[in-house]
DNA sequence: TTTTAGTTGTTATATCATAACAAAATCATA
DNA sequence: TATGATTTTGTTATGATATAACAACTAAAA
């Protein structure tokens, strides 16, 4: 982990920390904001950050179910709507699957690396790239709104020979 | 459209040239690959090119159905299978379409600029960001495989008033 | 020509996501 | 604390995207 921004949701220290701390900021946000982290919201985040990987909808509106919560698609929809719309926790577009954002304080984008193998996922944050990114659209009178930045092959887990590790 | 490397499939020109283009470059790689253009990866890929944008999969099976293709999905979808392995067509992960892939002769990624307001799609080509990336996961001891950038935001076109210009 | 590998046909189903409208909870303020 | 406005949640239905599994066919190789 170290002093880089990148956020390894498959490190080995008690992970309740972060979800504290996801939790912690969240709310502050949603007051800051003037929005209302509901039950199933809460709840939904906390689900989120206590699967070490991105979550599908169907799978965590499984959990919430199991929970008590209403089980039809549209509850928890809803619920990843708003926690993305508040940045909360991020899309990761080519696996249909939600994860929870890392710096949902601090403006910022959300890269990944996806590992093929494990299915683990780093968040990363480069604002190098993203200012590279944001010229290279202007000089094409492009106006950026939103990246989807995921990168896809080997965690050095996997890669070192423990297939799957940190499961 | 000029000298740089992107490729924008809004532009007015005789799209047939592109079309014709992207199919003599099919064959040839086909060919030195040992892989069969059949007729329906053939006309898939035609028709993927004659859309300026971005094709759904399922858009692209009722126009091989009215042609008189077998009408299930696992026929287009064994279809882009075969022209996204192939490196014809890319998928756009954050809109579940396909499009046809200006670069296929060339070792490259599929970098997107995505309109949010007339829906083309620009690809664009940056070695920059590319060896970046790299530097950057190779430094978590990740080792990069596929790479999905996908920017969204405003075309020239519509920023400067002429909302769904180019459709 | 027989085998083999690759491709396509067919049926069924899995997975991901939203529309539309009713009911309930919450909030603002009179 | 009523009242009305707003937001959230419940509910039913459906739309959109994608794959599994196995049979039939076809082209290429032996």
Known sequence: MSKNTSQDHTHHHNHNVCIDSALATAEALCIEQGQRLTKVRRRALELIWESHRPLGAYQLLAKLAEEGFNSAPPTVYRALDFLINAGLIHKVESMNAYLGCAHADKEHKGYFLIC????????????????????????????????????????????????????
């Open 116 to 167: 093929d193998d494990c299915h683990n996922v780093m968040e990363f944050d480069y604002q190098d790239i993203h200012a590279a990114l944001i010229a290279k659209a202007s000089k094409q009178g492009f106006e950026l709104r939103a990246e989807t930045i995921e990168l896809t092959g080997l965690c050095s887990s996997c890669k070192d020979g423990s297939a799957g590790a940190n499961v």
